[in-house]
C-alpha cells in the first residue's frame, strides 16, 4: 500500500456512462457480472490505459466489445486489472466471483445476520468487482439481483424497482434502475427475509414518495421514531433549504453488523440498527436524538454528497462538514438550541481538540493518506462542520441558504471539490474567503489569548492567535477567526450590542468607549470558532456571567471555566504530590444560586451542574496524569454532592417521572436533572440511595430512566447493584443493543479487578468479536470509560486493548485501526503510562498489521 497525496490528483482517464450489474446469489459465493459502457475522457491527458481497481475476489472473464480477453491482454495485480491500451470507445464485460459469506471487514458485500448487505464508501466497490472505485467516476446503473426465493425474499438496489419474477427452480429475480448518474462509493445491493414499516410523504410540489424501513423480522416495533424523524428531516430540508426529494422511495435497511453508523446509497440507506431503533423501554433519550439526528443526516446526503458529490476523497469534507452542519442546525430546530449548541460544543473540546493536537493531527482536507477509511474523522466531519458555521455566520443566515442554492445549482450532477464549494460561497455571498482557506489547509487548534486595559471610561481587548506545529506543518499562518463578544455590568445588565469581532492577524486590538465602570466580558458567545480561548477572568466575574449571560451557551461556559479554574489547581497538586487544593467559596456561591433561581430548560440546568469531563480536564496540562485528573474530579464532585445533599435529593424528587415516556425537550430535560442529582448522591453514596437506585430501576417503564438508575449503582458495591445487573442481562438478553449498554456497564465499573473482568466478558457468549457494535461497546467502555483501569501504572490495561487490537486486525482492520488509535496518543499522557502506552505501539509496529492499523501505529510512533 502506497500513500496517496491531494496534490498527485489526475482525472480518470475512462468514464464509464452506463453500469449493467447481475448478482447471481448463491451459498458457495455470490456471481458478479459487470457490462460497462466506457470512453475516453476528453479532459484526461497521458498515458491511456484503464485502471481497474478490484481486490479479494476471483476474476473469472473480461471482454471488449464481446471478444474474451487472453490473460496475456491484461495484467492482474493484488488491487488492479489493468487494460493498457483499450480502444477509446468500448463495452466491457468482467465476470468475478466474491465470498460475502466469510467477508468480515465488512466492506463490500457481506452478511449480517440473515442478511445480505453492501457497504463501499469509501472504497468497498472494489471488493464487489472490477471496476474505477474513485467518485470522479459517475454512472447510470442497472441493477439485476437472483437469489433463492425463500431465504431472500426481499431483494433491493438503488433506484426503481423495474422488473422482477420467478427464476426457476426456487429462485427470484429483480432488476432496478437508478436515473442519477453516481459514483460507485453510493451504490447498494440488499438480500434478506426482512420486515418491513411503510409510510409515505407528499413534498412540497405533491409527489407522493413511498418510505419504506426494513429491518430483522420481529424489530418492527423500534422502527416508529426513525420513520418519524425521515419525515421530519424531509420537511425540514423543504422548509429550510427549498429541497425536495428526487425519487419515487426510499429505502432504509437496518442491520446488525456495520463499522459506520449509517450509509447514504442514493435511495437506499443501509444504517447500524443502533442508529435506527428507539423504543422507550429499549433506547435512552440520547439514542432517540442519536436516530433523528443520523437519520436526517443521511437523509440530507441526498443533495449535499449524491447530487453533489467530491472529486476525490481528500475532498471528503466537502459533503461531510457541510451535511454534518445540515445535520446540526436540524437538531437545534428541534427545540433546547442552547443545549443542542452545548454538546455540539463538547464535541469539539473533548474529541476534536484531542485529535488536532496529537500525532493524528490532519487539516480538515487531508493532503495525504494510507487507508482512507483512517479519514473518516471528528477533524474532518465537526470541525468541516464548524468551518461551515462560521462563513453561515459571516454571511448571515438567508445569504447562507441562498448560497448553498447557488452551490447546489451550479454543480449539480458533477464530483467537485472545498476549492469549488468556496467559490461557490464567495460568488454568492460576495465574501472575501482568500484567508479564510487556511481553515481547511492548516491542522491544528488555534490558541487565543485575550487581555484587556480599563483606562477612563475606556476599554481595550487585544487579541493574539498561534497555531501549534502538527505533522508536517511546523509553520502557520493567521486564521481568520469570529470571535464573539458581549459585555455585562456588575447587575448583569448587557452594556452596549453583541459583537462579533474578526481576528485575523497574529494580534489586534480594539476601543470601545464610554463605559462608567469596567465591563465583565463574555468572549468567543456561542463558541463561534473551533480555538481555544485563554482569558483569565476571576471567579466573581465567571459567576456572573453564569447567573446573567443571555446566551446559554456561554453561561454553561462560564460554569465550566469556573469548575476548571478548581480542578485544573487541584490536578496540578496531586500531580506534584501536594495537598488537594480547596475549592473557592465562588464556586459553591454559583451553584447555590443557579439550584435556587433554576433555568427554564432544565437540560440546560443538568449541563451547568455536570463538570468538565476528564479529557477537557486533560486538556488543559501538556501530558496529562490521569490520576489526578480523577482524583480532582471525584473529590469536587463529592465536595458538591456533600454541601448540597438535602438539595440534589429535592431536585430528584421534584423530577421523577410522573407519567408515561415521552420523547420530549421537557421530558427529556426533566429526566437529566433527575438523573444528574442520582449520580451526585451516589457518589457519596448518600443514605437510601442505593436502595432508591434501585427502585427507579425496577419500577422505570424506560431506558432512560433505568440507564441514570444502573450508572448510579454502577460504582457502588452491594446487593443492589446486583439485583438490578442481573435483572438487566436476563430481561434484555434478546436485545443485542441493550445488551451492548450492559457490556459497557461492566467494563466501565471501577473495581480493582476491572481487567480480569473485560478479559472474562470477551470469553462471554453475549460478546461477539465479529459485531462492531459489541467491540466499541466492550473495549471502547474499557478504554474510554474507565480511566483509572485502562491507564492503570502496571501497563496491563494497554497491553489488553493491544491484544485485541491485533486479534481484530485479521478480521476487521477498519476497527482495529480505530482501537489503535485510542494508544497512538501517547505523548500527551504523563509517564509511566505515556512509555507504557509506547511500549504497546511499539509491539504492534513490529507485528504483521494491515495497512489501516499499520497507518496509524505509525503515526503514533513518528
Ligand atoms: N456513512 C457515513 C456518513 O454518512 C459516511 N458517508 O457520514
Ligand atoms: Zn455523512
Redesign the pocket.
Known amino acids: 500500500t502506497q500513500r496517496k497525496y491531494r496534490a498527485d490528483y489526475q482525472p480518470p482517464a475512462y468514464l464509464i456512462d452506463d453500469v449493467a450489474l447481475d448478482f447471481d446469489i448463491r451459498d458457495t459465493g455470490t456471481r458478479v457480472r459487470g457490462q460497462y459502457q466506457v470512453r475516453r475522457n476528453p479532459d484526461a491527458a497521458g498515458a491511456a490505459a484503464l485502471q481497474l481497481d478490484g481486490r479479494d475476489m476471483q476474476l473469472h472473464s473480461v471482454a471488449i466489445d464481446g471478444r474474451a480477453l487472453g490473460a496475456d491482454e491484461y495484467e492482474l495485480g493484488e488491487h488492479a486489472l489493468v487494460i493498457a491500451a483499450p480502444p477509446s470507445q468500448f463495452s466491457l464485460t468482467i465476470e468475478n466471483e466474491i465470498d460475502p459469506e466469510h467477508n468480515l471487514a465488512l466492506e463490500g458485500l457481506y452478511r449480517s445476520g440473515d442478511i445480505l448487505c453492501t457497504q463501499c464508501?469509501a472504497t468497498g466497490f472494489s471488493r464487489i468487482t472490477y471496476f474505477p472505485d474513485r467518485p470522479d467516476v459517475m454512472s447510470r446503473y442497472t441493477t439485476r439481483i437472483e437469489a433463492d426465493a425463500d431465504q431472500y425474499p426481499v431483494l433491493l438496489a438503488n433506484g426503481n424497482c423495474v422488473e422482477s419474477g420467478d427464476a426457476g427452480a426456487g429462485r427470484h429475480y429483480a432488476v432496478f434502475e437508478d436515473p442519477f448518474a453516481k459514483p460507485c462509493y453510493l451504490f447498494a445491493l440488499v438480500a434478506g427475509d426482512l420486515g418491513m414499516i411503510r409510510d409515505s410523504y407528499t413534498t412540497a410540489s405533491g409527489r407522493e414518495v413511498d418510505l419504506r424501513l426494513y429491518t430483522e423480522h420481529g424489530n418492527e416495533d423500534q422502527c416508529d421514531h426513525a420513520m418519524a424523524s425521515l419525515k421530519q428531516a424531509m420537511a425540514w430540508d423543504e422548509d429550510t433549504y427549498g429541497l425536495e426529494y428526487d425519487l419515487d422511495s426510499y429505502v432504509t435497511v437496518a442491520v446488525g453488523s456495520f463499522n459506520?453508523?449509517?450509509?447514504?446509497n442514493k435511495g437506499l440507506n443501509v444504517f447500524n440498527t443502533a442508529c435506527i431503533f428507539a423504543r422507550a423501554d429499549t433506547a435512552t433519550d440520547g439514542d432517540f436524538a442519536l436516530v433523528r439526528d443520523v437519520v436526517a443526516?443521511?437523509y440530507f446526503?441526498n443533495y449535499t454528497g449524491n447530487r453533489v458529490t467530491c472529486r476525490d476523497w481528500f475532498q471528503l469534507s466537502l459533503k461531510?462538514g457541510l451535511t454534518v452542519y445540515r445535520e446540526h442546525q436540524f437538531a437545534i430546530d428541534q427545540g433546547s438550541p442552547g443545549v443542542t449548541r452545548i454538546g455540539q460544543v463538547r464535541t469539539i473540546r473533548e474529541v476534536q481538540f484531542p485529535e488536532d493536537g496529537g500525532p493524528r493531527a490532519h487539516p480538515v482536507r487531508p493532503e495525504s493518506y494510507v487507508e482512507m477509511n483512517n479519514f473518516?474523522t471528528i477533524t474532518v466531519y465537526e470541525k468541516g462542520a464548524e468551518v461551515i458555521r462560521m462563513i453561515a455566520q459571516m454571511a448571515g443566515r438567508d445569504a447562507f441558504l441562498r448560497a448553498v442554492r447557488h452551490y447546489l445549482d451550479k454543480h449539480d450532477g458533477q464530483a467537485v471539490t472545498i476549492e469549488d464549494f468556496v467559490v461557490a460561497m464567495e460568488e454568492s455571498t460576495g465574501l472575501d474567503l482568500d484567508q479564510f482557506r487556511r481553515w481547511y489547509a492548516q491542522a491544528g487548534t488555534p490558541r487565543l489569548t485575550l487581555t484587556t486595559e480599563f483606562d477612563q471610561n475606556q476599554l481595550r481587548v487585544r487579541l493574539t492567535q498561534s497555531t501549534p506545529a502538527t505533522p508536517d506543518q511546523s509553520e502557520k499562518q493567521p486564521f481568520d477567526i469570529p470571535v464573539a463578544l458581549a459585555m455585562f455590568d456588575a447587575q448583569g445588565l448587557p452594556v452596549g450590542e453583541p459583537q462579533v469581532l474578526r481576528l485575523n492577524q497574529a494580534e489586534q486590538q480594539w476601543q470601545f468607549d464610554g463605559f462608567d465602570a469596567q465591563p465583565t466580558i463574555s468572549a468567543l458567545r456561542g463558541f463561534t470558532a473551533p480555538v481555544k480561548l485563554d482569558y483569565p477572568q476571576s471567579d466573581a466575574e465567571l459567576a456572573r456571567l453564569m447567573a446573567f449571560d443571555s446566551d446559554p451557551v456561554s453561561r454553561w461556559d462560564a460554569a465550566q471555566a469556573l469548575y476548571l479554574n478548581t480542578l485544573v489547581a487541584d490536578a496540578r497538586a496531586r500531580g506534584a504530590d501536594q495537598p488537594p487544593a480547596a475549592a473557592p467559596q465562588a464556586l459553591f456561591d454559583a451553584i447555590e444560586s443557579l439550584l435556587a433561581t433554576p433555568p427554564d430548560d432544565r437540560a440546560l440546568l443538568a449541563e451547568m451542574l455536570t463538570l468538565p469531563s476528564e479529557t477537557r480536564i486533560g486538556e488543559q496540562f501538556d501530558a496529562t496524569d490521569v490520576f489526578a485528573v480523577n482524583g480532582a474530579r471525584r473529590a469536587l464532585k463529592q465536595e458538591i454532592a456533600r454541601r448540597f445533599t438535602g438539595l440534589f435529593e429535592t431536585l430528584r424528587d421534584a423530577h421523577a417521572a410522573s407519567g408515561p415516556y415521552v420523547f420530549d425537550v421537557a421530558e427529556s430535560g426533566r429526566r437529566r436533572v433527575f438523573a444528574l442529582a442520582l449520580d451526585y448522591l451516589a457518589a457519596i453514596d448518600a443514605p437510601g440511595i442505593r436502595d432508591h437506585a434501585l427502585a427507579v430501576y425496577n419500577d422505570a417503564d424506560n431506558m432512560t430512566d433505568r440507564m441514570a438508575a444502573l450508572g448510579a449503582l454502577r460504582d457502588l458495591t452491594g446487593d443492589a447493584r446486583t439485583r438490578a445487573m442481573t435483572d438487566f442481562a436476563e430481561r434484555w438478553a434478546d436485545y443485542p443493543l441493550v445488551m451492548d449498554k450492559w457490556l459497557r456497564l461492566q467494563a466501565s465499573t471501577r473495581r480493582d479487578d476491572a481487567i480480569a473482568q473485560v478479559r472474562a466478558l470477551l470469553e462471554d457468549a453475549r460478546f461477539d468479536f465479529t459485531n462492531p457494535n459489541r467491540v466499541r461497546a466492550l473495549l471502547g467502555g474499557f478504554a474510554r470509560g474507565n480511566g483509572e483501569a485502562f491507564h492503570h501504572a502496571d501497563g496491563q490495561g494497554y497491553q489488553l486493548l493491544a491484544d485485541e487490537i491485533l486479534r481484530l486486525d485479521r478480521l476487521n482492520p477498519q476497527l482495529a485501526a480505530a482501537l489503535a488509535g485510542l494508544l497512538a496518543p501517547w505523548r500527551r499522557y504523563a509517564s509511566p503510562q505515556g512509555t507504557a502506552m509506547r511500549e504497546q505501539l511499539t509491539r504492534l509496529a513490529a507485528s504483521d498489521l494491515s495497512a489501516n492499523t499499520g497507518e496509524i501505529v505509525a503515526a503514533g510512533l513518528a
Do not use: K
Open positions: 464508501e459506520m453508523g449509517a450509509m447514504e443526516h443521511e446526503h461531510e473518516y
